[in-house]
Structures are given as C-alpha cells and as structure tokens.
C-alpha cells in the first residue's frame, strides 16, 4: 500500500484478555518498529524487526508482549492478559533499509482501552 | 543511556508570530537528530533532520540547527500558520540502526 497500515483503529477489550495488533508496512521496507505512545508520554520502542528477525526485543515491557513478522512484511503485536496500564497507542513504523540517518514511516496507531 | 528533553506544551502562539521549540538531548557519539511532527487525526511524519553537527535541516519553512556544542536542536519558524497547529516531537539515533528516542512532545496551538 502507500502508506504504513494498522488495524484495528480502536480496540476496547476487558482485563484479562488476549489481544492483537496488526501493522502491514510500506512494500519494500525492511525495517520495522514498534512503539507505544501513552498520554502525557513520548513514545516508548517497544520492538525492532529487520525482516523477520528481532535483533531488539528490549522494549517489550513484560513477557505479555511479543510480536512477529512473517514473510519480511506484515507484523503482529500480542497482548496476552491485558492489564489496565496497556491502555495506551500503539504505533507501528517502517523504514526502507533501518539506517539510523533514515526516515521513519509511521501508521496513523492502534488506540487500546483496557477496562 | 539516550534522551531528549523538549519544552513541555501547550504553547499557544498567534498568527504569524516566531515559533522556537527547545529540544536538547543526551546521547553516545554522533546521533542523528530529527523532527517529527504529528497533525491532528494523522500519524507520525518526518518534518526535517540533521545528520552531523552544525548542519541545519529545514521543511515547511521550519528550521532546526544540530548544535553539538550545546547538544541542542531547537525548532524554529519565522511565522507560524494555524495549518501548522500539531505535536512536534525532537528525536534522536546513535545506534547502527533506527532505535529511535523521542522527546515527550510539545502540542503547537495557533490562533487566527
């Protein structure tokens, strides 16, 4: 597509249960991010992906998260037992090669509530 | 470990009127330094960027200039617009790839 693509746009989920946030990057990117952003917070890196591997997980708050990519393109945040403090944006970003002069593209997030 | 401190918002401003944004960061070598701007209902984009020191990045009439000095990359523009009304975000990269580290954000208002 043209651009970085999240789905869901909003998620509303209850305490305790499993969810998935989906990221389809710009065709051809290599690199691709995962951040969180919370109100009246920066944006927290929460993983790295170049292709299919995850050079750095160290974002990852608890091992509640996690997140793959497959076929060097889509990529999958889960969030098993969701807590109240997960409510926040998650922001999904590409770039074309992961160079640390480069561009991040981002998507517009995936906004999740956690009740 | 790396930082950015930028100026906390809200920063309401007129039209017209000169736009500076303070950004300064810590960092390990020769980071990268950017800016991000967020409009409202859209997501993150690049507003401009600096690779090395003393270098000036600009877009959209917007100016930042990479001072190592005073490891600063304030945000300036002239003359703001209310199309210019958003969240701009400092941010930095020293790493051999793109773990980028942001500033907490300073949301611009402009006003006719």
Same mark, same amino acid.
């Given at each position: ?8 746009? =909003? ?6 249960? *499993?969810?998935?946030?989906?990221? *389809? ?26 292709? =299919?591997?995850?050079? *750095? ?59 | ?23 300064? $960061?810590?960092?390990?070598? $020769?980071?990268?330094?950017?800016? $991000? ?76």
């Amino acid at each position: 597509g043209a651009g970085v693509s999240q789905s869901p746009s =909003n998620k509303v989920t209850e305490k305790g249960k *499993d969810v998935e946030l989906r990221c *389809d990057p710009i065709s051809g990117h290599t690199a691709l991010y995962w951040y969180r952003q919370s109100l009246g917070q920066g944006l927290e890196f929460l993983i790295y992906f170049q292709g =299919n591997s995850a050079p *750095d997980k160290s974002g990852l708050p608890s091992d509640r998260f996690s997140a793959e990519r497959t076929g060097g393109s889509v990529s999958t945040l889960t969030i098993q037992r969701t807590q109240q403090e997960d409510s926040a944006v998650y922001l999904c970003a590409s770039s074309l090669d992961g160079l640390y002069t480069g561009e991040l593209f981002f998507g517009e997030g995936s906004r999740l509530t956690v009740l | 470990g790396n930082s950015v401190t930028q100026m906390e918002g809200p920063v309401t401003l007129s039209e017209e009127a000169f736009l500076t944004i303070n950004c300064t $960061y810590t960092a390990t070598g $020769y980071p990268s330094l950017f800016w $991000y701007v967020q409009y409202p209902g859209e997501g993150l984009q690049l507003l401009l960027k600096a690779t090395k020191a003393d270098d000036k990045g600009s877009n959209k009439g917007f100016e930042a200039t990479y001072r190592k000095e005073t490891t600063s990359f304030h945000l300036e523009k002239g003359s703001v617009q209310v199309s210019d009304s958003a969240v701009y975000f400092c941010a930095l990269n020293s790493g051999g790839y793109q773990k980028v580290t942001f500033g907490t954000g300073t949301k611009l208002q402009v006003i006719p």
